[in-house]
């Protein structure tokens, strides 16, 4: 994360606005000190692509730990 100081920051708001929309997360010192992120804004995720985040989740946890699906459903871990 880069961060910049706050006067810097005041001129330069409407590039700032720009790049965090774009996915940068920028850091606002104060004297020297972080006082505030800008960060991009979130987005509405559809429907299908929340159940492709679950199914990347389960696909994950399958594979590192070696569970099978019924026994993650039957523990209440999905």
């Known amino acids: 994360?880069?961060?910049i100081g706050l006067f810097e920051a005041k001129q330069k708001l409407?590039?700032?606005v720009e790049r965090a929309s774009a996915?940068?997360?920028i850091g606002i010192t104060r004297r020297g000190k972080l006082a505030a992120v800008i960060?991009?804004?979130r987005r509405e995720m559809s429907v299908k692509e929340i159940f492709e985040d679950i199914e990347d989740i389960r696909k994950s946890v399958t594979r590192s730990r070696r569970f099978?699906?019924?026994e993650l459903i039957e523990e209440g871990r999905i």
Request: no cysteine.
């Open 1 to 3: 994360m880069r961060t």
């Open 14 to 16: 409407s590039e700032l």
């Open 23 to 25: 996915g940068e997360q």
């Open 39 to 41: 960060v991009p804004a």
């Open 68 to 70: 099978s699906v019924k």
